[in-house]
Nanobody, 121 residues
Framework: QVQLVESGGGSVQAGGSLRLSCAAS?????IGWFRQVLGKERERVAT??????????YYADFVKGRFTASRDDAKNTVDLQMNSLKPEDTAMYYC???????????????WGQGTQVTVSS
């Protein structure tokens, strides 16, 4: 079992920045961030894979150039630095972990409770 606890959400004006952090009780090769707006499916924002085949980081097109994901396996943490935030970034953000990185949220075994990010115009 891996427990994930997010922190760092909040409210910010458009153009501002927030940093999300996820503390994990254990390490999994794939860990990252999803987000969900009420009434819509959960979507992958950024994931980082570190495993036998190497290391890779995925960013959704809608966050490329604005968000940066980082993981520290010594501390069992993964962060998401969010810059140039837009109102459409408003969502509940979830930390997730699994053995592999998939685009489909339903493939992920471990989830945090979520942290709300609200961006006002």
């Amino acid at each position: 079992q891996v427990q994930l606890v997010e922190s760092g959400g909040g409210s910010v004006q458009a153009g501002g920045s927030l940093r999300l952090s996820c503390a994990a009780s254990g390490v999994r090769p794939c860990i990252g961030w999803f987000r969900q707006v009420l009434g819509k499916e959960r979507e992958r924002v950024a994931t980082i894979y570190v495993g036998p085949t190497g290391r890779s980081t995925y960013y959704a097109d809608f966050v490329k150039g604005r968000f940066t994901a980082s993981r520290d396996d010594a501390k069992n943490t993964v962060d998401l630095q969010m810059n140039s935030l837009k109102p459409e970034d408003t969502a509940m953000y979830y930390c997730a972990a699994h053995s592999f990185c998939y685009s489909d949220y339903r493939q992920y075994t471990y989830w945090g409770q979520g942290t709300q990010v609200t961006v006002s115009s």
